[in-house]
């Protein structure tokens, strides 16, 4: 009896672990146990704190104190009587208006000299992505400031042309602004990568086809390589538009905001307000309407996409 019993519990213990070597040899066991750390990661590092971010934004909530409920009294406070917020976000739409074409200019440009094949090519192609890498860095920013000081570097080259110039370009409300969009255009090289991989995608037969014809670089890159990649720029707009949105770093270590809130990105309001006024409910609260924003600029660049985007099916 005891060799019976022996026999059907090691009997059970091979099915049971034949059932567990045929789930682990899945497909679809695979692909959950390679997307598990993705999953983790996207709840606790953004799914939780969204959740949380939208129940501060319904509360009194200093940090150091617990929240306080108190309905959609931060929302009403920040659309009807909070100036400061309005023209933070004026200076952040202007930022984006301004430096996200440019800077999808300057990368198009850039990308059409780099598509042809040179010695140099691989050279150029990562000194002119190296900005983007670190034009986001603190490093960076602090340089970008002593670049525009009035000892710093821009007025000393004015100066060796005989340009005699000891202007504050960042302690004037006219020019402040522009010097992040210089450094927000300076930092082009991811939009100029997508751009060139796209043009590598055009077939040449169309160009040769076109100079039989008699067509010009002109009128070929306005009949067949800016037809060709306006699917391209579409995405770029949309990725540098949200980015322009939610620009941070330059505006909080180059000026602060200053001169007269000239410079005052909603971001950095948001940041001051959560972590300098500790009133984390009311920057909750500013960054869902932030989100709102941010999705009615993406939904107006979807709704204009057929009418300047080429598509092959329609």
Not at 157 to 170: A, K, N, P, R, T
Request: aromatic content about 14%.
């Amino acid at each position: 009896m005891e060799r019976i019993t022996t026999s059907a519990a090691d009997g059970g213990d091979a099915r049971t672990a034949g059932r567990l070597r045929a789930f682990l040899e899945r497909e679809s066991t695979a692909g959950v146990v390679c997307a598990l750390p993705f999953i983790i990661g996207f709840t606790m590092f953004l799914l939780i704190p969204m959740v949380l971010s939208l129940y501060y934004s319904f509360t009194d909530y200093s940090i150091v104190s617990g929240p306080v409920w108190v309905g959609a009294r931060n929302y009403v406070t920040l659309l009807t009587g909070d100036p400061l917020f309005w023209q933070s976000l004026g200076v952040t739409v202007m930022f984006a208006l301004v430096s996200v074409p440019l800077r999808l200019a300057f990368a198009l440009a850039v990308a059409m000299l780099l598509a042809r094949p040179t010695p140099l090519t691989g050279f150029f192609r990562v000194a002119f992505y190296m900005p983007s890498i670190l034009g986001g860095s603190v490093a960076v920013a602090v340089l970008w400031r002593r670049m525009f000081a009035q000892d710093g570097v821009i007025n000393a080259v004015l100066g060796m042309f005989g340009i005699e110039s000891h202007f504050s370009w960042l302690g004037s409300p006219a020019t402040a602004i522009w010097t992040l969009i210089a450094l927000s255009v300076w930092q082009f090289g991811s939009a100029m990568i997508v751009f060139l991989a796209a043009i590598k995608q055009i077939p040449g037969d169309l160009y040769e086809a076109a100079s039989m014809d008699g067509a010009g670089a002109w009128r070929q890159f306005r009949t067949i390589t800016l037809p060709l990649l306006t699917p391209t720029i579409f995405f770029n707009l949309v990725m540098q538009a949200i980015s322009g949105f939610l620009a941070f770093t330059q505006c909080y270590i180059i000026t602060q905001g200053k001169p007269l809130n000239s410079t005052l990105f909603t971001m950095v309001y948001m940041y001051d307000t959560a972590f300098t006024y500790y009133q984390a409910g009311y920057a909750s609260a500013m960054a869902w309407v932030m989100l709102l924003v941010i999705g009615v600029m993406t939904g107006i660049l979807f709704v204009t996409k057929r009418f300047w985007v080429y598509d092959p099916d329609r």
